[in-house]
Structure formats: C-alpha cells, structure tokens
C-alpha cells in the first residue's frame, strides 16, 4: 500500500511542479520590468512533457513485484488482474462474461448432439428453432514470460504464456418436435455444462505514461477438453490496468 501512497505523492509533485511554472509565467507576464536586481536569482521551475515520465516511472527493474488490476474488452468481457512478479515474470487472471454472439453457430451445431435418437419413436425427428444463452462465464489463468521490446516503442513489451480456462454456460433450445406425420409441438430443452481446456496467449503491452497505467492487446488460443473434445478457439482483446 506504501508503493500506491508513493505513486500518488509523486504525481502531486508533477502536477505541483506545473502549477508553480505557470504561476511564475503569470507573474512575470504582470511584472516585465524594473526589479532588475532580481533577476536571475528566482527561476522558473519548468517540467517538460519527456521529464514528467521519467519522474512518474512505473516498472522499474528494482521495484518489483507490480499489480495491476483493470477490465479486459473482447473474448471474453472481463475482469482482469495482473501480478508481476518479476521482470521477466508474471501471472494473470481474467474473469467475465463470453462473447455469447461470436459462439451462435457453434451452440446450434451442439443441439444434435443433446437429442438422444433411440429417445424417439420410428417416424418421430426433431427439428432446431432456436436458442438462447442465459449465461457463459469464463475464468482463466495464465503464466506468463515477458521481454522488453523498447527498441521498437519505448514502454513496449511482448509476452507469450501458457493457463487453464474454465466455462460455465447454461442454455436455453427451442425445438420442434416431429410427433407423427400431422402433428407437431413446441418444446424447449435446458442444458447447463462446465468445461475447461488450456489455453495459450501472446501479447503486448504498453506502459510509458505519466500515470501508472498499462495498455494491453492480445490473442489466445482455446482447446475443449471435456463437454466437446479437440474443440478449438481464438480468442482475445484489448484493456487497461491500474498498476500499483
């Protein structure tokens, strides 16, 4: 918590170090002349934009290990926490809603699969209306190995890593069901499921700003190893957090 309390004192200066150099122009914009003796010993105090981020750092090699917390905008909509543990070294742990729109097709592809046929009578069949998602929940953590690229944009760094994803997803299917050749009815088909698989990421991030905040940007790569087998996905987003 002293590290929070550090930064905050720090950018009070920076923002103090600012208001006394526009204090000091004003004054002397009133007072142009005479008070001659005086001049040179009082000088402005002058904080360039470039200087201001070398007194606002944040992810210096010697003050590890880092949080950060923030939201995550993708695949999926999330939560996202991030401990640095080390220069090179970290582990983060998002948590939120699925992006259920980009799964439609997949979800309707599963129906044929939850209708058990010796279920049904000789000239009986089942045909899909529709369905809807009344949640997707996703969790998942990763660990993470991380290099610095301030060759290409200073404040930059990529990441790969490697995690384990959980999904949580209850859903509703409205169906017709084939009775006999002049009868039909509507019925509707509940199904709830937790799966999980291993997940894969490669990132970048962004943190040279005069405030301790990180931008982030990155894709994933899912695989289903219980509800749906050998099941793939590319996910990811983009987000920021707060680094304290």
């Given at each position: ?27 002397n ?13 009082y ?20 003050q ?37 729109g980009l ?42 190995y ?21 999904r ?23 199904e ?10 490669l ?5 040279y ?5 990180s931008a ?26 707060l680094?304290?």
């Amino acid at each position: 918590m002293s590290k929070t309390f550090r930064y905050i004192f720090i950018l009070s200066l920076c923002l103090l170090m600012t208001e006394v150099d526009l204090f000091g122009q004003s004054r002397n914009k009133r007072r142009p002349t005479s008070t001659s003796a005086y001049r040179g010993r009082y000088k402005n105090i002058k904080v360039s934009r470039a200087k201001a981020k070398v007194v606002c750092p944040i992810f210096e090699d010697s003050q590890y290990p880092y949080q950060g917390i923030g939201i995550k905008v993708g695949d999926p909509f999330a939560i996202t926490y991030k401990f640095y543990a080390a220069k090179n070294f970290a582990i983060a742990i998002d948590g939120g809603k699925a992006a259920s729109g980009l799964y439609s097709g997949y979800h309707r592809e599963n129906f044929q699969d939850l209708i058990e046929p010796d279920t049904l009578g000789f000239d009986q069949g089942v045909g899909y209306l529709g369905h809807i998602v009344k949640k997707e929940w996703v969790l998942e953590g990763k660990a993470l190995y991380q290099r610095d690229a301030s060759k290409v944009l200073k404040g930059l760094q990529w990441y790969v890593g490697a995690g384990w994803q959980w999904r949580n997803t209850d859903i509703q299917y409205e169906y017709l069901l084939e009775i006999s050749f002049d009868e039909n009815e509507i019925n509707i088909l509940d199904e709830s499921y937790l799966t999980m698989g291993p997940v894969a990421v490669l990132g970048i991030e962004y943190s040279y700003f005069t405030i301790p905040v990180s931008a982030f940007m990155e894709i994933e790569w899912y695989t289903d190893v219980v509800q749906d087998p050998g099941w793939q996905r590319f996910q990811g987003g983009v987000g920021l957090r707060l680094i304290f």
